[in-house]
Structures are given as structure tokens and as C-alpha cells.
């Protein structure tokens, strides 16, 4: 995988760490999710060619132990999606892996139109055991 250059075809995972951030009755990821954060970024990382234990590992290495919270489950989605909505995903690998989501417009209820998309095509991962 080349790390400097992302692929559209790339998976990427957006760790969730918020019960908000999701519906566990409906199975769907809520937009809120992929808000950007107060730097106008959304962290994600890259999981291709990870295998799904591995996936749950990074995100409960890089993203739970950091914050000191639980990782609740995750949104994987296609950086096709992501590119398509006239944002790019810059890969940053520190950690390894890691990138951002970046390029939000500045208006909030465009961010939110654009995480809505995002989440739509998102698929929703629990964390085993939780519900």
C-alpha cells in the first residue's frame, strides 16, 4: 500500500467511540460520525488489505487507549464516497495508517448535507458484544 498516495478504491474506517454516533436498532451509522472536528478534519484510517481483527485492533491501539475510551464499533466506507463528495482524504500515517478527511466547506449545514451522504454509504460495525 502506498502511503503517501490514497486509491478511491481504498477502504477507510472512521472509529466510533460515541453511542450518538450511531443506531444499533437500525444498523446505520448517524452523520454525526463524520463531523468534522473544531480543525476541520475528520480522522479515519485506512483498512485495506487489513483483516477484520486487525481492523478492531487499530482502531482499539490508536483511537480508544489514546482518548481513554471505549470503542463502540466503527463506519467503513469506500474513499470513492468521500472523493465524490469534493473532499479529500490526505493520508498522514502518524499513526501508521491514519489519515483525514479534509476540504469541508466552512457552512455548517453544508457539513452536515456532505456527512449525511457519508453516513448513508457507510457500513456500521459494532464491536462484538455490543448493542
Given at each position: 500500500?502506498?502511503l503517501?498516495?490514497?486509491?478511491?478504491?481504498?477502504?477507510?474506517?472512521?472509529?466510533?467511540?460515541?453511542?450518538?454516533?450511531?443506531?444499533?436498532?437500525?444498523?446505520?451509522?448517524?452523520?454525526?460520525?463524520?463531523?468534522?472536528?473544531?480543525?476541520?478534519?475528520?480522522?479515519?484510517?485506512?483498512?485495506?488489505?487489513?483483516?477484520?481483527?486487525?481492523?478492531?485492533?487499530?482502531?482499539?491501539?490508536?483511537?480508544?487507549?489514546?482518548?481513554?475510551?471505549?470503542?463502540?464499533?466503527?463506519?467503513?466506507?469506500?474513499?470513492?464516497?468521500?472523493?465524490?463528495?469534493?473532499?479529500?482524504?490526505?493520508?498522514?500515517?502518524?499513526?501508521p495508517?491514519?489519515?483525514?478527511?479534509?476540504?469541508?466547506?466552512?457552512?455548517?449545514?453544508?457539513?452536515?448535507?456532505?456527512?449525511?451522504?457519508?453516513?448513508?454509504?457507510?457500513?456500521?460495525?459494532?464491536?462484538?458484544?455490543?448493542?
Amino acid at each position: 500500500m502506498d502511503l503517501d498516495q490514497l486509491k478511491p478504491e481504498e477502504d477507510i474506517s472512521r472509529y466510533i467511540l460515541n453511542k450518538s454516533c450511531f443506531s444499533s436498532q437500525n444498523r446505520r451509522v448517524k452523520y454525526s460520525a463524520f463531523l468534522p472536528a473544531r480543525n476541520g478534519e475528520t480522522s479515519v484510517f485506512r483498512i485495506t488489505g487489513l483483516l477484520d481483527y486487525e481492523v478492531w485492533e487499530v482502531g482499539q491501539r490508536e483511537v480508544a487507549q489514546k482518548r481513554s475510551k471505549p470503542l463502540l464499533g466503527r463506519a467503513d466506507i469506500s474513499a470513492s464516497h468521500v472523493l465524490e463528495k469534493g473532499l479529500k482524504v490526505k493520508p498522514d500515517n502518524n499513526p501508521p495508517r491514519h489519515a483525514n478527511i479534509i476540504g469541508w466547506p466552512e457552512e455548517k449545514s453544508e457539513q452536515k448535507l456532505i456527512a449525511m451522504e457519508l453516513a448513508a454509504n457507510a457500513q456500521l460495525h459494532l464491536v462484538p458484544g455490543e448493542r
